[in-house]
């Protein structure tokens, strides 16, 4: 049996594979906003910070570890897991000081990890990648390195507010005395990793990639990135690995409390969306996958090396070897919920009702689906942009509203996914809204591409777990096989009538988009 976890924004969940059956046999998930209100963050961060802020508890992450264990234990017997692997939503980071890994070592079972924990935090919150603070981090190393594209050649991204580097910086700015006082700098991956493993283990290239510190030549931390980040930042971090390298056994403090074997070993984290490439079975050339979730991704394997001539897209390691390529959408589920709360709705209305009550006025009006900042592209946006009917801009018409809003989110994706030019034989859609027929089926038509859904929600946990058995030495590409193949019923072809009011609305969205993008 293999274990995968996935530390997201809003929740960690756990899924059991057996490979000698080919059957998920147990899946929990604890969420951060409903099983953890004590720390007062509904949608897995905390509320209000100032200046583009947006940090996490990480000890809520260790209540939520202690409380997935706990109803895992009594859901399964975890006596009979080899390997335990598993991801976490990129670029967040963990600050220790010097007593990190001796409070590991002699984790207690009567007490719970965060309280152990706690005092080894240099930095008590942790920013992560909703965090757009570091502008003026982002041009100060990407002045160092003596520019933007330098910096895309090297990481393969160019310096970006949410990546770990320019958090790193603006903390050591901000506390130069915290920053002192970390010993060793963790990704949530690799932080929830060293948990179990009892030690600090290292960040693996697909979640390092998204630090803006790894040279991707080297697979190696870069000096001159290390230098433009803050002082001695290479003491901070343990040298890069594979994602399916070993790390030992799992810590005595889970057999002891949970029940796991002695010879359970663990393998390393990674990063959310390399995860999710190996759970989608799309590590081969030709599928690319939508992950609708928080954040919206666009993600593939990358044919060969290839950054964004806008800057906006990312090079990541693929836990399976070589790279992939990714592109990030701030405004994903939080933008729709947004919609959907601002109009009363519940979710089938954006399904059932909303998009098949509009299918005529397909393409016609636009929306830049942007209730607060964006990624890509990068803007401050405050509320959507609305072009269209008068019934569509006053919202008497709530269900245009909803059509707008997420075909604007899959126009702003095609437009922004231009650049990698890969093979598109199929688009594998997962995430939570990846569910609704009617988003999927939007999804085809605006792509022009046939929409496949696995039955797994959660690819990333899948994936990790299939991390877990590839790095016990079970063959990956024959387990996907088995794994991640298309639900029965869940393909859906392109209208293929829609094709060129699609290419029309595509232009338009770019002019409007345009013409927004250079107000201010
Ligand atoms: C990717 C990104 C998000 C997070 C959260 O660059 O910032 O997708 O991984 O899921």
Redesign the pocket.
Known sequence: MFLGLDS??QSLTAVLIDAETGRITCQLSVSFGGDLPQYGSPSGFIPGGKNGEVHANPLMWLDALDLLFTRLATATDLSKVNMIAGSG???GSVYLDSTFDSRLAALDVSADLATQLAPSLSRASSPI?MDTSTGAECAEIAAALGGAAEVCLKSGSTAVE?FTGPQIRRFYKCDPEGYQNTCRIHLVSSFIASVLAGTSVPIDFGDGA?MNLLSLSKLGWDTDLLAATAPDLGAKLLPPALATSIQGNVSGYFVRKFGFSPACRTALFT???PASLVGMGATAPGNVVISL???D?FFAVMPGPKTDPNGYG?VFGNPAGGFMS?I?FRNGSLAREALRDKLGLDWSAFDRDALAATREAAGENLMLPFFGPEITPRHDFTQPVLEGSAGFKSGTEPALQVRALLEGQFLNMRLHSQWMDVKTDRIRLTGGASKNDGIAQLVADIFQAPVERLDVSNSAALGAALIAAAADGQDLSALQEIFCKAATGSSLQPDLSLADKYDDALGRFQTLLNTNLSLK
Do not use: E
Request: aromatic residues 6%; charged residues 10%.
């Open positions: 997201s924004t939503q990129q670029h990648w949410r998204g990063g959310d969306n979730g928080t954040s991704t990312h990714l990030c």
